[in-house]
């Protein structure tokens, strides 16, 4: 099955510093990577996603980066804010036969803004 | 609350005791999931459905059945054959398919198990 390797697994940054986190997937056929952020005692929320026909996607301070050679993503964070400290989710998604897909999530990065 | 309701929202059991713990969207999406968070783990996925009537094993089903008899219920029993089954649990819902928007997430707010 899909492995996904999320690194770091914490981060700590000054505001206004970018932020970088990387995530590695195992599975070639994989075609869609999203991005998830989950702030303390709230659920998961999508970001930013990925497919696997681009290489570099933006939404304001936030970017992601695909290099399916190497077989790796990035989420991009410039402009680091308080309120970007979270727990962020990479993941991939993999067709699991039939009509079924199935997203791999990596263990999670801990990033904390510092004002 | 986002069109995905889990509850309870904090439960304990005793060893031995099975658990259901409710899932319920009103989007009218195809695909639900279960999710077991933990610290240091990530989202581990435990099984999905994509269509009613159907589900699929995830990565760490044992221990955890579950049933897709409506499109918008998909309950998670955790039965005692779960060895460690504290922990905090997403279900998430999505509208399914093939294309990368058909399968973004829409999580629930979880529910918090504690096995005493």
């Known amino acids: 099955g899909e492995n996904v390797e999320q690194h770091p697994s914490t981060l700590s940054v000054q505001e206004g510093d970018s932020a970088v986190i990387k995530c590695t997937y195992s599975?070639?056929?994989?075609?869609?990577f999203p991005w998830y952020k989950q702030e303390l005692g709230k659920r998961p929320q999508l970001i930013i996603d990925?497919?696997?026909?681009?290489g570099e996607k933006k939404d304001q301070r936030i970017a992601v980066t695909l290099n399916k050679t190497a077989k790796h993503f990035s989420l991009h964070i410039t402009e680091t804010q308080p309120e970007d400290s979270a727990v962020y989710f990479c993941?991939?998604?993999?067709?699991?036969?039939?009509?079924?897909?199935?997203?791999?999530f990596g263990k999670g990065t801990l990033l904390t803004v510092n004002p | 609350d986002g069109g995905i309701t889990q509850s309870p929202k904090y439960l304990f059991r005793k060893e031995g005791q099975n658990v259901t713990l409710s899932c319920e969207q009103n989007?009218?999406?195809?695909?639900m999931y279960w999710y077991r968070q933990d610290p240091g783990q990530g989202l581990r996925l435990i099984y999905y459905?994509?269509?009613?009537?159907?589900?699929q094993k995830g990565d760490i089903a044992e221990g955890y059945s579950v049933s897709r008899e409506k499109k918008e219920s998909f309950p998670l029993t955790v039965t005692s054959a779960q060895k460690n089954p504290t922990a905090f649990y997403l279900c998430a819902s999505s509208t399914g398919g093939k294309s990368s928007g058909a399968n973004v997430l829409t999580f629930g707010a979880g529910s918090r198990l504690t096995v005493l």
């Open positions: 990925i497919r696997s026909n681009v």
């Open positions: 993941a991939s998604k993999l067709h699991s036969g039939g009509s079924n897909y199935k997203l791999t």
């Open positions: 459905s994509q269509i009613v009537n159907d589900f």
């Open positions: 989007l009218n999406h195809d695909a």
């Open positions: 599975d070639s056929a994989s075609n869609y």
